[in-house]
Every structure is written in structure tokens, then in C-alpha cells.
């Protein structure tokens, strides 16, 4: 079984700061993916950023970028320069590596502030 | 090219009736995923196809819920007499169903509401 956890229901930011929103998993297979979605209020899950267990490197796309720490099994979003459009839902989720079934967390409401 | 498209985007039904939710997949994807969330809540994972069969189905909630994939595109979520508790966010997904963990790209959803 696979869980998620985000420990932060919601995060305020000023904009044009950084901010880190927490993820942490727990899967018993030793390979895996992390991935982060962004549901505004429009509804739709917008894929952001994949990091596989095995990468050496952490995942950057733009101003997102994923901190992971395999040993702690952390998988924290981290987005630079906040813009008022990123306010909204971020999901965190782990897929292992028999079938691409997502394990969701709770998600993190971010609201941006000029 | 075109996203993962859903219909219809909303739908209110009767408690009762039976609903057929539509789900499709950007072309060439042969996985696809079916996803229910409730009103302020994570994504609860339904049924998953690999082209046309269902490795896993371990989701569907009830009887009540079923799915079909045909011609390894289209898929249909049917759920037979609704009851309240099936009001939510439907969601599809589809994948290139690469081994290991694949990108997942979602539609616009489903928001049904059962009275």
C-alpha cells in the first residue's frame, strides 16, 4: 500500500516570494515516481513535475522545483517567484513502478498575495 | 494536439437513475484512469485500463459502478442507481502506460450531482 501525506492545509504567500509545500510518502516499492498536479479553481489537474526514485538529481521544470529526500522520504514542492495565478490546489501523489495507479494526497490550498 | 476531454461537464441527475459519464483519452494513450473527488478531497482512485482490459479494479466503490474501454480509446463510467454519496468531481487520466511510474494527463471532469 502507498500513502501520501501533506501535513499543510493551506500556505500563504507574498507574491514574488518562494515558498515550499510539504509532501511526504510511505510505499514498499523500491521503485517509484513522485509527482505534484495544480488544481486551480477551475477544477483541472495540471501536471507540474516528476521525480523518479532513482533519479540522482532533483526534478526542476521552470519555477518549480522538487527537493527530495529519498532517506526521509520527502518529496517537497518547492515553486520560486509565487505569481498570483498559483493560487490554488497542489496535489502530491506516488505511483510505483508495476502500473501507473496514483496515490494522492490531501493537497495544500496555496493562496498568493499581492 | 487535442487534451483528455470529458462529457458532460456537469451533470444532475435524480437518485435512482443511472448516469453514463465520457471519457477521451489524448490519442495514442493506451492507459487511462478513472478518478472520483469529493467536495474538498483528494483524488480516490476508481479502475484502471490497459487498452482495453482492467488490471485493476479494485476502486469501484460498488456494484453499482462499472467502466468499459472500447477500440482502446473511449472509455464509460456507468454508475446504476445513484444515490446522494455518488455526487463528486468525476476525473479521467491517460497515460502513454510505459512501464514504471508514466505522467498521467487529466480531463476537465465530470461534476455530478445526485438529488
Known amino acids: 500500500a502507498q500513502k501520501i501525506t501533506q501535513t499543510q492545509p493551506g500556505m500563504f504567500v507574498q507574491e514574488k516570494e518562494a515558498v515550499t509545500l510539504d509532501c511526504t510518502y510511505d510505499t514498499s516499492d523500491p521503485s517509484y515516481g513522485l509527482f505534484w498536479y495544480k488544481q486551480p479553481s477551475s477544477g483541472e489537474m495540471i501536471f507540474l513535475i516528476y521525480q523518479g526514485s532513482y533519479d540522482q538529481q532533483n526534478a526542476t521544470e521552470g519555477r518549480y522545483s522538487l527537493n527530495f529526500q529519498k532517506a526521509r522520504k520527502s518529496a517537497n514542492l518547492v515553486i520560486s517567484a509565487s505569481q498570483l495565478g498559483d493560487s490554488a490546489m497542489y496535489f502530491c501523489?506516488?505511483?510505483?513502478?508495476?502500473?501507473?495507479?496514483?496515490?494522492f494526497g490531501k493537497g495544500t490550498m496555496l493562496l498568493v498575495s499581492p | 494536439g487535442a487534451g483528455v476531454s470529458q462529457s458532460p461537464s456537469n451533470k444532475v441527475t435524480e437518485k435512482g437513475k443511472d448516469v453514463e459519464l465520457r471519457c477521451d483519452p489524448i490519442?495514442?494513450?493506451?492507459?487511462l484512469y478513472w478518478y472520483r473527488q469529493s467536495l474538498g478531497q483528494g483524488l480516490e482512485f476508481l479502475i484502471y485500463?490497459?487498452?482495453?482490459?482492467?488490471?485493476?479494479k479494485s476502486g469501484l466503490p460498488s456494484d453499482r459502478f462499472s467502466a468499459e474501454r472500447t477500440g482502446g480509446s473511449v472509455s464509460t463510467l456507468t454508475i446504476q442507481r445513484t444515490q446522494q454519496e455518488d455526487s463528486a468531481v468525476y476525473l479521467c487520466?491517460?497515460?502513454?502506460?510505459?512501464?514504471?511510474?508514466?505522467?498521467?494527463?487529466f480531463g476537465p471532469g465530470t461534476r455530478l450531482t445526485v438529488l
Open positions: 501523489a506516488v505511483g510505483n513502478s508495476g502500473y501507473s495507479t496514483l496515490t
Open positions: 485500463f490497459q487498452g482495453n482490459s482492467a488490471p485493476d
Open positions: 487520466a491517460s497515460s502513454w502506460g510505459l512501464a514504471g511510474a508514466d505522467t498521467q494527463y
Open positions: 490519442s495514442g494513450h493506451t492507459a
